[in-house]
């Protein structure tokens, strides 16, 4: 780790044996609130409040939580080289994804990441505790079955780790705290997550980003695991309908994300680092609003169509899931295989449905638009 690039560190170099490392110091750091960031904080607010304000004025299906949470998990393990799409995690559910090809994609680390959004955003959202347990339980839900990764899932570190730089730690870009500073640095993020002193909530979320990441507390998955408390925590503090897809953002701009964390570890760049932040979660609500609007607007179109309740049902299925078979229509709307059956041919000749190539049974089907506007 080069030394000459902290020049204003927010903490401390420690000599060990033959390398450098970094022990960030006590947070909240003292903040400077400018005319730029009490700007950024005031925009981004009321992107946020404009997303609220969308979800309480349109009737949405019920699944679009699940939407939402299956993108962020997708783009959030996209930044640490997973290549699994939305389209994947959609054959997966419906069992068109051999087992070869779920390995190459990293398909088990995707669906984990999927699985602890979902099934904890319910409790953020209403102020569940996000303590050192919770988050130890993250860390080991997402390397669940996962081969190679389960050995010291679910525990802080027993080793030194570092960043970039390859095999040799002397070549790093950054080298996280040392063992003996983990649980402390932890224990302090704990009680700032837990109970913070007043200030903004926004600022609060992009501290504890910050800490989580720089203190890097586990063996892997320090960036998986980093982007699941900032997306719980917003979810909690911007009172929101459904997560948040903010690494969609951050992967537009990683280079920039890194650059940014690294700043505030070598020379206190806390402002920036807020900016940046704050215009990803602008990004993302914007994004947002645009995107449940434009899949209303197509919904609405699609029931016109349709014309009948069951095929109104069908597009709240798909607004769900935009890729379904047969006997999954069958089972979901309780209707016969024949009526399934002519219900997908109907869609198919209006141009709602499409059939997808697969060497597997059953057939697939998957609905063109509304891939589209999810980003799938």
């Known amino acids: ?168 730690i002397s070549d790093a870009k950054y080298v996280p705290p040392p063992l003996r500073y983990v649980s402390t640095l932890m224990d302090d993020l704990e009680a700032f997550i837990v109970d913070p002193p007043v200030m903004p909530g926004l600022l609060q979320c992009a501290i504890a980003h910050y800490q989580f990441e720089a203190i890097h507390p586990f063996h892997d998955g320090n960036g998986r695991v980093g982007r699941i408390i900032l997306c719980l925590m917003l979810s909690a503090q911007a009172r929101l309908a459904w997560p948040l897809d903010i690494s969609t953002y951050i992967k537009r701009r990683q280079l920039q994300y890194y650059n940014r964390l690294l700043k505030v570890s070598t020379c206190s760049e806390w402002n920036r680092w807020f900016e940046f932040i704050l215009g990803v979660i602008r990004d993302a609500a914007d994004g947002s609003v645009q995107r449940v609007r434009r899949l209303r607007e197509e919904s ?18 798909l607004m769900e899931r935009p890729m379904v078979t047969v006997p999954q229509i069958r089972s979901r709307l309780g209707m016969s295989y024949p009526g399934a059956r002519n219900l997908v041919e109907g869609f198919v000749e209006m141009g709602i449905l499409a059939e997808a190539p697969t060497k597997r049974r059953p057939r697939l089907f998957f609905a063109p638009r509304i891939l589209d506007l999810v980003g799938g």
């Open 300 to 317: 609405e179109r699609c029931k016109k169509m349709a014309n009948t309740g069951n095929g109104a049902a069908l597009v709240d299925m």
């Open 1 to 168: 780790m080069d030394r000459g690039i902290f020049g204003n560190p927010f903490g401390v170099l420690v000599e060990e044996s033959g390398h450098h490392a970094f022990v960030p110091g006590p947070i909240p750091p003292n903040i400077e609130y400018d005319d730029r960031l009490v700007g950024e904080l005031g925009r981004t607010e009321s992107s946020l409040g404009e997303l609220r304000a969308t979800a309480e004025s349109l009737s949405m299906p019920p699944g679009l939580p699940g939407m939402f949470g299956s993108l962020e998990a997708i783009m959030s393990s996209s930044i640490e080289g997973t290549t699994a799409t939305f389209q994947d995690t959609l054959r997966w559910d419906l069992g068109q994804v051999s087992p070869e090809d779920a390995r190459r994609l990293r398909m088990r680390e995707v669906l984990n990441c999927r699985s602890i959004l979902l099934e904890r955003w319910p409790d953020a959202k209403s102020g569940g505790l996000l303590d050192n347990d919770t988050i130890k339980e993250v860390h080991r839900s997402l390397w669940l079955d996962v081969e190679g990764n389960e050995a010291h899932s679910g525990e802080f570190r027993l080793h030194q780790n570092w960043i970039g730089g390859g095999r040799e």
